[in-house]
């Protein structure tokens, strides 16, 4: 569209005419970004505005009539491999095999939500997850994709909401170390917000402009296609395709068990899951059977209801069905052949906000969505659509929610997503590495902390970098001579040259290789609650280190 007259034709025939009834009143400069914000939202949505006006109507009257998309299904719990790193032997032999196949695997971050539950004003990925280093998530995340393969590469999905940041944090701190040509950027565009049932498009306030909100994850497959990366790793031999979300650092140390699984199982699609709690805002992976159809895939926490009215739980209180940490493990050759066919355009959903029992009108805009768990519904069959089942402790801990919420959720027994907790768990699992490969760690099953109504277990506090090793045997092999003895009150960051020179014994009582900005004056380090002016870094978390 090049002039005003055919852009009010085009929303006309669209059904969209409503947004250029007071065309008159706004400025020819205004009058022309919103001629080209149409023509972009036009070419950006696969099928244009008319097909998205088109799928919105059919998902709107579904909604409205309360279609169960899951009418006739019968779920059942999928089978999978279990990772449960209940001793060395059980993780080394699988994590042998996978430690080759990490030399054939490409990595895509999907990090284009804001996370506004965490009310944090900035990027998720740029948040110092623990403060014993300070470093942030995209830190931690380049250095173990490094560590894992020199030559790997990676794909970040940002946003209009992420873009600029993360390529400011990219940029002002040098790529983190990582090989900038190994690094692709994509970024997914929003997609118009409605109103009502007749998928009429909302304008921002006293403008012409359309709102627009994220599409979802799901795009992250669209834009591997169009920036054809899964061609170009498949060019340099690798075999495997690793998908991560924004705020998981656990999942790290569970990867190297699960692509050997992926392997070892010749998985098209594997899903790692972690035991989840009824209630929790956590998907379960289901096997859906209706006569011939077998699917095995999320189903989101909000509609597990209308599957399985009463969740069935096992005896710590578990649902038995395992919970979506969208963390996926593809295999690459038939990623590519699938986008080839599909172009990655993954189903979309919409979750209007209705103002009454009515369901005409909407408490708010909504818009179509799309989630990257949702690839096994591209399949034609799901004969190897698998899962592997990992202990939660050294595979999900996750920053989602504010301080407050994350309060509400630990009184309720459910995981508080914070990032306390994410700080927590990842210690508590470093501690339980460290054990695995029989060093000395004095710990406790009773909380030390308690911020925002939220106990935790914060020590010893320990930071294993990815350069010490990326499997326990690298570990270990590092660790090797000396005998390291690691008391609860300690805080100790081991990386690739701590145990270079180190003596047959290493008993460490205290701060041990903490960065100065961390230290604490005093011999052992205490975590102090902290009040509304500290940085929000801290006040998300509740504490921070008392210096003297
Ligand atoms: N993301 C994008 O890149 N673009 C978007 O438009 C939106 C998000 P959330 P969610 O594993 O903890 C999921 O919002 O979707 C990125 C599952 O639905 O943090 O609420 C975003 O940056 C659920 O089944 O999560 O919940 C982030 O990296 C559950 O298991 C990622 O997508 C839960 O994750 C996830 O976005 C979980």
Redesign the pocket.
């Known amino acids: 569209m090049n002039t005003i007259a055919e852009l009010v034709e085009f929303l006309n025939k669209i059904g969209q005419g409503h947004l250029t009834q007071n065309i008159d009143k706004f400025t020819e400069q205004q009058q022309k970004e919103f001629l080209e914000q149409v023509n972009k939202l036009n070419t950006t949505y696969p099928g244009g505005l008319e097909e998205y006006t088109k799928r919105a109507k059919v998902l709107l009257k579904n909604s409205a009539d309360n279609v169960n998309p899951y009418e006739g299904f019968t779920p059942s719990v999928p089978i999978g491999e279990k990772v449960n790193f209940s001793s060395f032997e059980e993780v080394a032999g699988l994590e042998s095999i996978g430690r080759e196949e990490l030399n054939h695997t490409a990595f895509v971050l ?4 804001l ?1 506004e539950r965490l009310q944090y004003d900035g990027i ?1 990925i740029g948040i110092e997850f623990e403060i014993t280093t300070g470093q942030t998530f995209l830190n931690y995340y380049l250095d173990f994709i490094r560590a894992f393969n020199e030559k790997a590469e990676l794909a970040i ?1 940002t ?1 209009d909401d992420t873009y600029t940041l993360t390529m400011k944090l990219l940029e002002e701190n040098n790529y983190y170390g990582f090989p900038k040509d190994q690094i692709t950027i994509m970024k ?1 565009e929003k997609v118009p917000a409605m109103i009502d049932n007749d998928a009429h498009f909302t304008q921002q306030p006293n403008s012409l402009l359309i709102e627009t909100k ?4 799901g ?2 497959h669209t834009l591997l296609f169009q920036h054809q990366l899964p061609k170009k790793w498949m060019q340099q031999g690798k075999k495997w395709l690793v998908v991560f ?3 998981n650092p656990l999942v790290f140390r569970a990867l190297p068990s699960v692509l050997a699984i992926s392997k070892n199982k010749s998985l098209e699609v594997n899903s790692i899951t972690a035991p989840r709690k009824p209630g929790e ?3 379960a992976i289901c096997k859906l059977t209706k006569g011939n159809e077998r699917l095995t895939i ?1 189903v ?2 909000n509609q597990l209801g209308s599957l399985l009215p009463q969740e069935p739980v096992d005896e710590h209180g578990f649902s038995v069905f395992p ?4 963390s996926i493990v593809f295999s690459l050759q038939e990623y590519d052949s699938v986008l080839e066919k599909t172009k990655g355009l993954i189903m979309e959903f919409i979750n209007p906000k209705y103002a009454d029992a009515t369901k005409t009108k909407f408490k708010s805009s909504s818009r179509l969505e799309c ?1 990257y ?1 949702d690839y096994p519904k591209l399949l034609e069959n799901d004969n190897r659509v698998g899962m592997t089942q990992v202990n939660r402790a050294f595979c999900f801990s ?1 920053v ?1 929610n504010d301080i407050k919420t994350a309060g509400q959720k630990f009184k309720q027994n459910l995981a508080p997503e914070s990032a306390s907790s994410c700080e927590q768990d990842l210690y508590n699992m470093n501690r339980q590495i460290l054990k695995l490969i029989g060093v000395n760690v004095e710990t406790s099953d009773v909380s030390d902390y308690e911020f925002e109504d939220i106990k935790l277990n914060l020590s010893p506090q320990i930071i294993l970098k990815p350069s010490l090793g990326v499997t326990l045997a690298e570990i270990k092999n590092h660790i090797k001579n000396t005998q390291v003895t690691i008391t609860r009150n300690s805080t100790v960051v081991f990386d690739g040259e701590t145990f270079k020179n180190a003596s047959e014994k290493l008993e460490i009582d205290g701060q041990f290789n903490v960065p100065a900005q961390y230290q604490s004056k005093s011999k052992y380090r205490t975590f102090v609650a902290v009040d509304g002016k500290a940085a929000q870094n801290l006040l998300i978390r509740g504490y921070d280190v008392k210096r003297d």
């Open positions: 999907v990090a284009g939500g996370g998720k999905m946003s997914q994220p599409h979802g994850h795009d992250v979300q924004d705020t805002a956590v998907g999320n989101e926490y919970g979506n940490i969208n989630m768990q996750t989602k």
